[in-house]
């Protein structure tokens, strides 16, 4: 019999098969790859909130959970994914830059903002007042991340590729049993997936689709990433992404004439050389109406758990969450009550 069945294998998914393998416990994982939110995400871990200058939602242990988590797969599948990357702020106006150093001069902001004035000095970018540096920023290449694991869980023999049936889930006594495999528990990372779970659909779930730019530029020589309106990221060789946007209304991976054109002319008022769109993604983010992941035990089928909601945060969220979730099944540790599912019930 198995330790766990995974479903799912973005962020979430692989967080938790990882903090499996950390404590020896068995299990298979299904994925089918119709989820393509962790995939073509920015990557980028940022702890503030830079549209309001605030601290992202308990940053301070994610950040130190993720940063050892990402160093330490790197190490065991000997793949490199995870780079330091300087994240600065644009500023629009003065007003914006004396929120900025107000923000700054907190106590709890000082270790992430810096109080020092970036000047602009590269005359691709139209940054006329300049920028503030965010610190402890990096970005993981999503990509390498999620195919480096799948690799690494397929010559182990540890993932189906397919789509998981929930109607053929099977409730034993102690146990749960799937296509020829029985385990203790399972736990669904499904990411917007989770509309089609019939076990967890009832969660307010609500799904917002993020769209990006692939451009290529000699002339731009940019090495950190600029947030702006959008943000636009190297990621090396002349390339960069710019993003992303957020669509509830549209549910779809495909990407759209309408935000290609939106971020564009976003793309225009910050960059003052030439370039040229290579690439176009999206993918549905799993966002929740409260910001909070969903984490939690079933109601009803103890056997059965969520690891969801992480909307644009799966970088930092994901692994500091699964660690939760792996101490409250196992363990009985209470799961902090802010991303308990318990409060939708």
């Not at 990402?70 to 994914?81: A, G, V």
């Not at 003065?94 to 109080?115: G, I, M, R, V």
């Not at 690891?307 to 500091?320: E, K, R």
């Not at 363990?331 to 599912?341: A, C, H, R, S, Y």
Request: with cysteine.
């Amino acid at each position: 019999m198995l330790d766990y069945i995974v479903v799912g294998l973005g962020l979430a998914g692989i967080s938790f098969c990882e903090t499996l393998k950390k404590n020896s416990k068995t299990f298979i994982c299904y994925n089918d790859n119709s989820q393509q939110a962790s995939l073509v995400a920015g990557g980028l871990y940022n702890p503030v909130i830079l549209k309001r200058f605030t601290l992202s939602w308990k940053v301070t242990e994610q950040l130190e959970i993720a940063n050892r988590f990402y160093r330490e797969i790197e190490e065991n599948l000997d793949i490199s994914f995870d780079q330091e990357l300087p994240v600065l702020r644009r500023f629009h106006g003065t007003e914006e830059q004396n929120l900025w150093f107000e923000a700054a001069d907190k106590e709890n902001l000082k270790p992430y903002l810096s109080l020092t004035l970036v000047p602009n000095e590269n005359t691709s970018i139209n940054a006329p007042l300049g920028y503030g540096r965010v610190l402890r920023t990096g970005r993981i290449d999503t990509k390498t991340f999620i195919e480096g694991y799948t690799k690494y869980l397929l010559n182990k023999d540890l993932i189906k590729k397919e789509s998981f049936l929930h109607q053929e889930l099977v409730f034993k006594d102690g146990y749960v049993a799937y296509k020829g495999f029985k385990a203790k528990y399972i736990v669904f990372a499904e990411g917007y997936g989770l509309a089609k779970n019939p076990f967890f659909n009832t969660l307010p779930l609500q799904g917002s689709k993020g769209e990006y730019l692939i451009i290529k530029s000699k002339e731009l020589k940019e090495t950190s990433a600029i947030k702006s309106s959008i943000f636009i990221i190297p990621l090396g060789s002349d390339l960069y992404k710019v993003g992303a946007n957020y669509n509830r209304a549209d549910k779809s991976n495909d990407p759209t004439d309408i935000t290609k054109k939106e971020l564009v002319e976003k793309l225009e008022k910050v960059l003052t050389c030439d370039y040229q769109i290579v690439g176009h993604v999206a993918g549905v983010r799993p966002t929740v109406k409260d910001r909070r992941p969903l984490v939690g035990r079933h109601p009803l089928h103890p056997r059965l758990h969520i690891l969801n909601g992480f909307g644009s945060h799966g970088i930092l969220i994901g692994p500091w969450a699964a660690t939760g979730l792996y101490e409250y099944i196992e363990n009985g540790t209470p799961l902090n009550k802010e991303m308990d599912i318990q409060r939708f019930h």
